[in-house]
């Protein structure tokens, strides 16, 4: 069974531009989660989504916006990038949310210069 | 609102040799925990899962974890480590006893095996 899939692996942008990162989840997962990792902060909860609705969201500014596709699959988009934007942008999924283990992609790096 | 403890940050251990990474948790109402790995330029692997039951958790790899709820403690131990351990581990808990669906990340230990 393929696992959580995220693309691209590796993104360089410069201040003020945009960026979609898509995640593709396990077969028959219906909730997508991404998290943000930075060195400062660690691990922070960005938002989730189940059937094509955002169910929670983290502490984030509304640059940070997401959606989910009918297929389960996921796409996160930042706007007006910043240079603390630079991060690993991790993709979970699990069956229906809620106290069920999430699974993880490799993330994407995203550097902002 | 909950958050999770981890109380090392870093861990050096030689090979073959136990340990234990140490995990503390607060957290009003109900709690699910879990332990993630994350080697170098990879995501997060699920190592164990406390979800409800036995307090004793084995997970993968040899690694295992112990729930004590007097106590707010999750703490992950292995017996004799290996070289291929090295990573970095994070303790978490789903956010509002699983009413939401977000991981709360303690800070993560950095376990290095030493030869």
């Known amino acids: 069974k393929a696992g959580v899939t995220q693309t691209p692996r590796y993104l360089i942008k410069t201040r003020g531009q945009q960026v979609t990162l898509s995640c593709s989840p396990i077969s028959g997962h219906r909730s997508v989660s991404w998290y943000q990792q930075t060195p400062g902060q660690g691990l922070q909860f960005l938002f989730e989504y189940f059937s094509e609705t955002q169910r929670n969201k983290g502490n984030f500014p509304g640059r940070f916006s997401g959606r989910q596709f009918s297929n389960s699959r996921s796409e996160m988009n930042v706007s007006t990038l910043e240079l603390g934007d630079s991060a690993l942008y991790l993709c979970?999924?699990?069956?229906?949310?809620?106290?069920?283990?999430?699974?993880f992609g490799d993330g994407t790096r995203l550097s902002i210069l | 609102a909950q958050s999770v403890t981890q109380l090392d940050s870093q861990v050096p251990v030689f090979e073959e040799a136990p340990v234990e990474l140490r995990c503390n948790y607060s957290?009003?109402?109900?709690?699910?925990l879990f332990w993630y790995v994350q080697y170098p330029n990879q995501g997060l692997q699920l190592l164990l899962k406390y979800l409800s039951g036995s307090t004793l958790v084995k997970g993968i790899n040899g690694f295992e974890a112990v729930f004590n709820k007097s106590q707010t403690s999750f703490h992950l131990r292995k017996p004799s480590v290996h070289i291929s351990d090295t990573a970095e581990y994070f303790c978490a808990v789903i956010g509002d006893g699983g009413r939401q669906g977000n991981l709360i990340f303690g800070k993560g230990t950095k376990l290095s095996v030493k030869p």
């Open positions: 957290s009003s109402v109900s709690v699910y």
């Open positions: 979970a999924s699990s069956l229906r949310g809620g106290n069920q283990p999430q699974h």
